[in-house]
C-alpha cells in the first residue's frame, strides 16, 4: 500500500473537491417536511420548491425581489387591482404552456379548508367572504383584487402557497421552475434534474441539484471537507474557530432576517403564571450567549423583529429582578421542574444546554431537556404536549407583519396558546395603515405587548452560516439568504 500516494490523493480531495461540474450538491439540513407547495412549512422545503417552481415573482441572485413567471404587472389608482401579464414562453416541465388559471386552479385549492395550508392567511385580503378575487382575463393574464392596499404584496408573491399548479394530472414530477423533481430518497437525498422547457434554461448551468439530508452539522462539515457537498446548510457552531482560521474562504457568514426566541405555552399550568415567564427570560444571559456559546456573529434579541441597529449588550439579563420575580410566581425550585424540548440537532442542544445552565446557576431551577427528530418536534409543537420550547422565525418575505402575525390568535404558527384581543386589533389597524410614521407606531406597541405578556423569550438574531465550494460562482451573501441553484455555477478556479 502506497501511505504517501494516498495521504496525498486525500489532502487533494479535501482541497479541490469531488463533486462533479455537472452536478450541485447541497447540504440541506433535516429531512424536508412536504414538497407540496400549500403544506410545506420548513425552510429546507421552501429551498427546493424555488427550484421546482416560479411564481409570479421571484428572488434573483442577489435576494432581491424580481419577475418570474410574469414579465410585468399593472397597478391601479387605488392600489387594489393588481393585472400580472405572464411570460409568453412559461412552461411545465412537460412542454405545456403556463397559464394564468394555472394560478387560480392553485390559489382556490389553497384557501380551501380540507387543504388545511398553514399559509392560508396569506389569502385573507384576497378574499370576499370565501370568494377568491382572482380570475384569469386571457390565458395570459391574471387579475387579482385586494380589499386594502397592501405595499408588501409582491414579496409574498415569491411564497410557494402563490406557485401555480398543472392543470392536467397531479404528477410531482411536473414543475415550472428551472429543476423538476427527479428522485427522492427519504432521509437520505432528493435529486432534481434540469428543465429543459424552463424560460431561462440558457442560463441555467448546473444539470443537476442534489439536497442531502444533513441534519448532523459535525458530518456534513466532514463530507464538505471531503468534496461531497458544494454548499452546506450550516455549520457546526463548535468548530467556529477551527472554520474562521482554516476555511476563511470558504465560510460565509451574513446578517439574516430571523430570530431565534423560547417558545411558551400558556396554557401550561406552570407558565400561565407572568412571573415565571419573566424570571425565566432575565436569568438567561444573552451576551455570554452569542459570543461565548454561538460565536458566530449572531446578535442580541430583546425582540422579535431585527432592528436595523444590532444591541450590544443585553438589557433584559437582571438577576435582582430575576429571583424577585421567581419568588412571586410561587415555583418551588427544590420540587418544581421546567422542560425545555428542542429538534434532534447538535447546535439547538448545545444552546439548549446552556439555557438550562443559566437558569440552575442563576434560579436554581431545574431543566429536563428532550430532544426529538425534526418531523416529530413539528407535530410535538403543535401540541399541548410540551412546555418550554425551542422556536424562531425567518422571515418568508422583507416585512414586519412577517412576525407579528405569528401571535395572532386564530394564526396556524401560534404554538403558544397567545390570545390577547388588543394585540389582535392592533394587527388588524395595521394591516389597513398606509401611513408610514402610524405603521411605525403600531408596530412599537405590538412588540411592546409581546414584551409584557411573553409568549415567547427572544434570544438572539440569526447570521447564515454557509461553507460554499470555492469553485461555486453565482452565490452572493443576502439578507433573506435564498440562493436559487439556477443561478449556481461550478467553475474551476483561476
Known sequence: ????????????????GTTSADTLNRGNGAEPDSLNIHLAQGINSHNILLDLYEGLMTFDAHGEVVYGAAERHELNDDQQQWIFYLRADAQWSDGSPLLAQDFVKAWQQAIEPKTAAPYRHLFANLLQGEKLQVHAANPHELVIKLNHPDAGFLNKLVLPIFFPLPPHHKDVTVSNGAYYLQQWNIQEYISL???????????????????????????????????????????????????????????????????????????????????????????????????????????????IIPPRNPVIQDPLFDLTKAKDLLKKSGFKPDTDRVELLYNNSDNQKKVALA????????????????????????????????????????????????????????????????????????????????????????????????????????????????????????????????????????????
Not at 442531502?212 to 446548510?233: C, H, K
Not at 419573566?278 to 460565536?295: C, E, F, P, T, W
Open 1 to 16: 500500500m502506497n501511505t504517501p500516494l494516498i495521504s496525498f490523493l486525500f489532502i487533494f480531495l479535501l482541497c479541490c
Open 355 to 494: 439555557i438550562a445552565a443559566m437558569w440552575r446557576q442563576n434560579l436554581g431551577v431545574k431543566t429536563q431537556l428532550k430532544n426529538q427528530e425534526w418531523k416529530m418536534f413539528v407535530v410535538t409543537r403543535k401540541s399541548s404536549q410540551k412546555q418550554v420550547f425551542r422556536s424562531g422565525w425567518i422571515a418568508d418575505y422583507y416585512d414586519p407583519l412577517n412576525f407579528l402575525e405569528l401571535f395572532l390568535t386564530d394564526s396556524h404558527f401560534n404554538f403558544y396558546g397567545f390570545n390577547n384581543p388588543n394585540y389582535n386589533q392592533t394587527i388588524m389597524e395595521l394591516y389597513n395603515q398606509s401611513d408610514s410614521g402610524q405603521s411605525k407606531q403600531l408596530i412599537e406597541k405590538a412588540q411592546s405587548i409581546l414584551a409584557q405578556e411573553l409568549p415567547v423569550i427572544p434570544i438572539y438574531h440569526y447570521v447564515s452560516r454557509h461553507l460554499v465550494n470555492q469553485q461555486l460562482t453565482g452565490y452572493h451573501s443576502n439578507l433573506m439568504d435564498k440562493h436559487l441553484s439556477r443561478y449556481l455555477k461550478i467553475s474551476p478556479l483561476d
Open 193 to 303: 434534474k434540469k428543465n429543459p422547457h424552463f424560460h431561462g434554461a440558457k442560463e441555467v448551468a448546473m444539470d443537476e441539484v442534489i439536497y442531502w439530508v444533513t441534519e448532523n452539522q459535525n458530518s456534513e462539515l466532514l463530507r464538505f471537507r471531503a468534496g461531497e457537498l458544494d454548499y452546506t446548510e450550516t455549520i457546526p457552531d463548535h468548530q467556529i474557530d477551527w472554520l474562521k482560521q482554516n476555511l476563511s474562504e470558504q465560510l460565509k457568514i451574513a446578517p439574516y432576517y430571523g430570530t431565534f426566541f423560547l417558545g411558551l405555552n400558556l396554557n401550561d399550568q406552570q407558565l400561565k403564571n407572568p412571573f415565571l415567564r419573566q424570571a425565566l427570560s432575565h436569568a438567561i444571559d444573552r451576551g455570554i450567549l452569542v459570543d461565548k456559546v454561538l460565536k458566530s456573529g449572531q446578535k442580541i434579541a430583546t425582540n
